[in-house]
């Protein structure tokens, strides 16, 4: 069910060999496969039909125009975190009002803008926020629609960095200070409770966490009821995992089955924030063999992406499968493949069984969510191309950076 299957020896995405891609558009370069993006989608939407829902894709985990237009056409909405977000949204024709505004630092003019935009909600994730977010309503004469993003204090049981919903980390509203906060939102003059928010995390293998928050949100959801605070949507969040190399994520049926079956009886709608798991195994990054260098420990293949194109192995030592995409004569050896990067972090991978030799192509697999959105610079180096395969057609969704564009916004001392 892989979206990059090896067909007579050649790694392929839909009709097109990912050899033809690298010769065509050069090393690194992400692909990405529409027809992976799409039924990513449409899975996770089959097992909701009949329940009034929205699906509002994470736009962090690749927010690239193209695949958020395809999702917009597809009917999904958005999950930002800034207004430069926001502005991608709408650059990609996606629908404000589908849009859900998460994140812990929203400043005064993202406020406005998005208020400006008309969006479908805030998730607020403190006090001091819904006091701003009251104060530019005031002044702009509009009613900000707003859930509460709670913290209900479940371990996702991932890594420490992508994990959310602890009581020690920066993110939502804890748990016991809700309700409190609902009464006094609920007070407002230019805010509008319409919802409860609740994301514990990213890359989560085990559908109890997601049960757990669940079971703590329709709590707060019954008590805020007895005061006659009616929560029209709850939004559960993403987080949901894929597989990297072996693990067992639930699939998004019997996700949506298990948060469906909870939600069973009540009148709300319900709000998916999907990342990773739609876009995660619909891309690759095509990398090249620049050299092969003996060590006396290791053997080296340094190809020329690096953690600047994608940083998770070096931010998170996160694992993504690496093969070759063309068969090779050369003998199969153990190398670690790491980037150009001057920093001994940058690793794609360690202790990878490869036949490669100099000048053939590897592609670093599962790189869709958090790869080319989490690029940089560093040491000077142009960001990836990014192409995306539709059948037999390659589409160029993202240029390659070049290097005077690195450096325009800067200036000599007088
Ligand atoms: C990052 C994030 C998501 C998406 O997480 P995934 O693990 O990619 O599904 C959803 N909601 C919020 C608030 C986030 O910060």
Do not use: W
Request: charged residues 20%.
């Amino acid at each position: 069910m892989t979206a990059f299957p090896t067909l007579n020896g050649l790694l392929h995405t839909e009709n097109v060999a990912l050899a033809d891609i690298a010769r065509t558009y050069q090393t690194p370069t992400y692909v990405y496969s529409r027809q992976a993006l799409t039924t990513a989608f449409e899975q996770f939407q089959s097992g909701l039909t009949g329940h009034d829902h929205l699906i509002c894709f994470a736009v962090k985990a690749n927010p690239s125009l193209a695949i958020l237009n395809l999702f917009a056409r597809l009917g999904a909405g958005f999950d930002i975190v800034s207004g430069g977000e926001l502005a991608r949204v709408l650059a990609a024709g996606g629908d404000p009002q589908k849009v859900v505004f998460s994140g812990v630092g929203k400043s005064h003019a993202e406020i406005h803008a998005a208020l400006e935009a008309g969006i479908f909600c805030f998730n607020v994730e403190s006090t001091n926020e819904l006091q701003r977010i009251q104060q530019v309503a005031a002044d702009m004469g509009k009613i900000a629609p707003v859930s509460l993003r709670v913290n209900p204090n479940v371990d996702a049981k991932t890594h420490p960095y992508i994990s959310t919903g602890l009581k020690n980390n920066k993110f939502g509203v804890a748990f016991e200070d809700a309700h409190g906060l609902y009464k006094q939102a609920a007070q407002m003059p230019n805010i509008a409770v319409h919802g409860v928010d609740c994301h514990i995390g990213s890359q989560i293998t085990e559908l109890s966490p997601f049960l757990d928050a669940l079971d703590k949100v329709l709590g707060l959801v019954d008590a805020l009821a007895t005061e006659n605070i009616h929560i029209q949507h709850i939004d559960v969040g993403g987080g949901v995992g894929i597989t990297y190399s072996d693990e067992t994520p639930p699939d998004f049926k019997a996700y949506t089955a298990a948060i469906m079956q909870k939600l069973a009886g009540r009148q709300v709608k319900v709000l998916f924030e999907p990342g990773r798991a739609l876009v995660g195994n619909a891309g690759v990054l095509l990398t090249k063999v620049e050299y092969l260098k003996p060590g006396e420990t290791k053997n080296f293949a340094i190809v020329d992406a690096a953690m600047n194109d994608l940083m998770r192995p070096a931010l998170y030592d996160a694992y993504h499968r690496i093969s070759t995409i063309a068969p090779s004569a050369a003998p199969v050896q153990t190398y670690e493949v790491v980037g150009p990067v001057c920093e001994s972090g940058d690793f794609l991978g360690h202790d990878r069984d490869l036949a490669i030799a100099e000048g053939d192509y590897l592609a670093i697999h599962s790189a869709g969510a958090y790869g080319m959105s989490m690029a940089s610079n560093y040491n000077t180096r142009g960001r990836a191309a990014e192409v995306l395969v539709d059948g037999e057609q390659t589409h160029l969704i993202r240029e390659r950076e070049q290097i005077a564009d690195l450096f325009k916004l800067e200036r000599l001392l007088p």
